[in-house]
């Protein structure tokens, strides 16, 4: 079997090419504006599939993790975004080329590459990072392109076609000027993400560079998130669990939704998010009970209203939890506020205050309620009784 292998850097080969990218970087950096490029197709890429699967811990692979969270996140990004096209490397368990990953997001001109593995280490090691395409810095990260570069093994012809792939130092290198630009919205991207799975109370490792395969032929901005060590038999917990994967995508969305409206220059959204962040609520001190909500700044709900005289109209509520099982109405995580309960995605999701096409007087309670001790407030709406994105509330309550 052919041997693949990423070269060690020699520093002093790339003196001179960092030389000159140095500049040609430097000039490209800023060339990217908001409000000048649109997200309109977005392909995700479950790792591994099929014959392939991946790395594993005492209770699930890494390829079924993968698909579940790359399902969900499509799933959300299709219903808040249906103008986006999503494409699937793989919706099922299928084995598929490394290169022909790259290829359906190339054929498709999607905007964004978002392709989705599990870690594998020693048992302590735990944690989430995302990679971006560039050079290696440390063996570990080495360690883990090659890991998920030795796919190619697999393939048909046993990584015949990759014999004379360049993943040299000069090549990652030469292919970042090529890719200036692509490369700092990937970071931007990556940034973003790294943020969501803090705010979920993951162990941040942080953003990283290394040569992988899938990201340097794809030919816009593009991840690899390793969402976490199936070898930690506390992470592997986690990442099987279906409510879990659901927060993972969440955050994944969370972080897309992010750099879309910065990149689209959408204002109005900045801050509001239409999924939880998954950080547990920060404790009220001790000697501050909250019973009870003030609201001095918005206006005040609409209360004891019929569904009937909810139809055709948009609904700003303040989603204040969110829970893998039921929680009575009377829970003191409530603080005394009247809640709304609705079902979504596996899990339980409670709400307060009723605004008709007030977006201003939700967002102002929002406000009060981070300050009262519920810190992952957020706005969410509906319409006929379904959640619907804010982008399409927004235009529907004009």
């Known amino acids: 079997m052919q041997s693949y292998k990423i070269k060690r850097i020699n520093t002093e ?77 793989r919706d099922k368990d299928v084995f598929v080329d490394l290169d022909e990953r790259a290829k359906i997001a190339n054929r498709n001109n999607a905007d964004l590459f978002i392709c989705i593995h599990a ?16 050079l290696h810095r ?32 000069d090549a990652i290198i030469f292919k970042q000027l090529q890719m200036a630009v692509y490369l700092d919205l990937a970071i931007k991207f990556a ?59 969440e955050a994944m969305f969370v972080a897309f939704q992010k750099y879309k409206n910065e990149l689209e220059g959408v204002d109005v959204m900045k801050g509001v998010t239409p999924v939880k962040e998954y950080k547990q609520p920060e404790k009220v001190a001790e000697n501050k009970v909250v019973t009870s909500v003030e609201n001095k700044t918005a206006a005040p709900a609409v209360q004891n209203i019929s569904e009937e005289e909810l139809i055709n109209k948009v609904v700003f509520r303040v989603q204040i939890e969110t829970s893998g099982v039921k929680i009575p109405a009377s829970s003191s995580k409530f603080k005394g506020l009247t809640v709304f309960e609705y079902f979504q995605d596996a899990l339980y999701k409670y709400t307060t205050g009723v605004y008709i096409n007030d977006f201003k007087s939700a967002n102002a309670l929002k406000n009060e309620l981070r300050e009262n001790g519920f810190a992952n407030a957020f706005v969410v709406a509906f319409y006929n009784g379904e959640r619907i994105s804010l982008d399409e509330a927004l235009k529907r309550s004009k």
């Open 13 to 89: 080969k790339i003196f001179l090419i960092v030389l000159f990218t140095g500049f040609f970087l430097f000039r490209n950096a800023y060339s990217q504006t908001s409000g000048t490029q649109a997200i309109k197709t977005v392909c995700i890429d479950a790792g591994h599939g099929g014959k392939d699967p991946g790395c594993h811990g005492g209770i699930v692979n890494e390829k079924t993790v993968c698909l579940n969270m790359a399902l969900k996140l499509g799933k959300m990004i299709k219903e808040h975004y249906p103008d986006v096209k999503v494409i699937y490397t």
């Open 191 to 249: 940034t973003n993400l790294q943020s969501e799975f803090k705010r979920l109370g993951r162990y941040d490792r942080g953003v990283k560079q290394a040569g992988f395969i899938v990201l340097y032929k794809t030919t816009m901005p593009s991840v690899l998130i390793e969402s976490g060590f199936l070898t930690n038999p506390s992470e592997e917990k986690f990442l099987a669990d279906e409510v879990s994967q659901t927060k993972m995508a």
């Open 119 to 134: 870690n594998s280490a020693s048992p302590a090691a735990y944690g989430t990072e995302t990679y971006v395409l560039g």
């Open 138 to 169: 440390t063996e570990a990260q080495l360690k883990i392109a090659e890991k998920e570069n030795s796919s190619i093994y697999l393939e048909e012809d046993g990584g015949a076609k990759y014999k004379d792939f360049d993943m040299s130092p």
